[in-house]
């Protein structure tokens, strides 16, 4: 785990409501407490337009008769303080739903939503109808359920639980932790069986230490009957949570904001089980595969991705995958990226500044560095960074200029200009700094910024930011030092290391069971 930094507070003197005092703790839904009803002040951020008293997330693996799956569930708790609070009872959920496939990826069950308000003397709830109830797309890949909670005005006290339903249990979401409003009391568990073990990793400004616990699992097999595993749990208990300061960057974007992440790091399935979860990801691949998320930050990126492509290289044993592992398969995320129309489909796009770079009267007597000086000016002149490290495109973005865009963006409509300049120049990916270097496992977070290697000659490159133009063009900014990264071109996939001009092939395996 890595934790940047630690914000210790004290748990006394929470809330007033005419003097500060504890909160008397309640973990059971549709029983609000008479303080929480009667408080009107959160004393650690009198500010507070509204606070979450309790929020509680339980996740969970199970294996059912329509697919495997993780299951989240949510209960949450919001007290509203001031009229600008009320903001609090509107609520949006996004999942992920292929639109052209007739399968569940991600669904969300049992959502009840109540609001409980003081009525002369008396609480009183109000019940959420089913009909109040929006669901919409936002993507090709995302659905977004919407909804308000009836009755909310100041005082309210907001209730709502539901479960998300999720095929992409080797994914799990990202928890952000803070949010716009502070958190009294945050808990957090993540319940999975030995079969599949995960790296952790701890971000933000808190001190988030976990507690680890071990339980049963069973299901039943068709063939084998009934299967057990151990269960490896982590628990959170965070209390006093500050909100975030305001920002226009989504949570995904920003460094600052708590959050817990997973990555697979190695599935250990035994022999009598793994036939099971084969037959599953046979099936999953014949709808267009299981997924893996990139850390886009701007929307969010979903990629097709075969389940079985995570299952090599490993030994065999009468056909059957054993001790699994990810050490050597960057090769296939850096595939899955060339074949993305918003990052392979952009290595060749029209540059958008053709007439504009005409003038620049370029010659080959100017060297390189001044060449590509010119070029950057040129960029930022029409386009601005908006902040987002994501390495994907916005297409429709670039064609209007004076935009702010993302860090993809910008690096393809840059790579557009040397090509029509005639200077060699790939993208590179590879993580950011406040994300770590990229580990020896294979993760697709940590592919989650991007630059230009860009040749002066046979024994010299150099790396280009083009999002700033602050350092001379051979200097990165301290976010993106990196010391290996993956080059993604049409002439192939390479690990690069700043250290050397090296460009070291990535390696093919055959990942077909």
Not at 173 to 202: A, C, D, K
Not at 290 to 295: A, E, G, K, N, W
Not at 407 to 417: D, E, H, K, Y
Not at 470 to 494: H, K, R, W
């Amino acid at each position: 785990m890595r934790i940047h930094a630690l914000l210790l507070i004290s748990a006394l003197g929470l809330f007033s409501s005419g003097k500060a005092h504890a909160l008397d703790q309640n973990k059971k839904m549709g029983k609000p407490t008479k303080e929480e009803m009667t408080m009107t002040q959160y004393a650690p951020d009198p500010s507070a337009k509204a606070v979450v008293l309790w929020s509680d997330i339980d996740i969970n693996f199970s294996i059912g008769p329509a697919y495997d799956r993780l299951i989240y569930s949510y209960r949450k708790r919001i007290k509203v303080l001031h009229e600008d609070g009320i903001e609090a009872g509107r609520i949006s959920i996004p999942y992920y739903d292929i639109d052209d496939s007739n399968k569940i990826e991600e669904e969300i069950t049992d959502l009840k939503v109540t609001t409980y308000n003081l009525i002369d003397g008396k609480v009183t709830p109000s019940v959420m109808n089913s009909e109040d109830i929006q669901k919409k797309h936002i993507g090709k890949d995302q659905q977004l359920l919407s909804f308000t909670a009836p009755d909310v005005k100041v005082g309210s006290v907001i209730e709502y639980e539901y479960k998300l339903h999720s095929a992409y249990y080797l994914t799990p979401h990202t928890w952000y932790v803070q949010g716009e409003y502070p958190v009294f009391l945050s808990e957090y568990t993540f319940s999975m069986p030995e079969w599949f073990r995960f790296s952790t990793h701890i971000d933000g400004s808190m001190l988030m230490v976990p507690t680890y616990s071990h339980g049963d699992f069973k299901c039943q097999h068709p063939h084998e009957g009934t299967m057990r595993a151990t269960t490896n749990k982590t628990h959170f208990s965070i209390e006093q949570i500050p909100a975030l300061e305001p920002s226009t960057l989504p949570l995904e974007a920003r460094p600052d904001c708590a959050r817990l992440e997973y990555d697979l790091r190695e599935p250990r399935i035994p022999l009598q089980v793994v036939a099971y979860f084969l037959a599953y990801w046979d099936a999953l691949y014949k709808r267009n595969g299981q997924s893996v998320f990139f850390d886009n930050e701007v929307g969010f990126k979903h990629f097709r991705y075969r389940l079985k492509d995570y299952l090599y290289p490993f030994p065999k044993a009468h056909g059957i995958a054993l001790n699994m592992t990810f050490n050597y398969s960057w090769d296939i995320l850096a595939e899955t990226l060339y074949k993305d129309e918003d990052f392979g489909g952009c290595l060749n796009m029209k540059n958008p500044l053709a007439q504009e770079q005409q003038s620049l009267e370029l010659t080959e007597e100017m060297s390189i560095l001044d060449r590509v000086e010119k070029l950057r000016q040129l960029l930022l002149a029409n386009y601005r960074w908006n902040g987002s490290y994501s390495i994907f495109a916005q297409k429709k973005l670039i064609t209007n200029k004076k935009t702010a865009i993302n860090m993809g963006s910008l690096n393809f409509i840059m790579l557009s200009m040397l090509r029509d300049a005639g200077i060699d120049a790939t993208p590179v990916v590879m993580s950011r700094t406040s994300k770590r270097q990229m580990p020896s496992f294979v993760s697709p977070r940590y592919l989650n910024a991007m630059v230009l290697r860009i040749r002066i000659d046979n024994s010299s490159i150099f790396y280009l930011d083009p999002t700033s133009d602050n350092l001379p063009v051979t200097a990165l900014p301290p976010e993106i030092l990196f010391d290996e990264g993956i080059s993604i071109s049409q002439n192939g996939f390479y690990k690069v290391n700043t250290h050397t001009t090296d460009e070291i092939p990535l390696p093919k395996v055959d990942s077909e069971i």
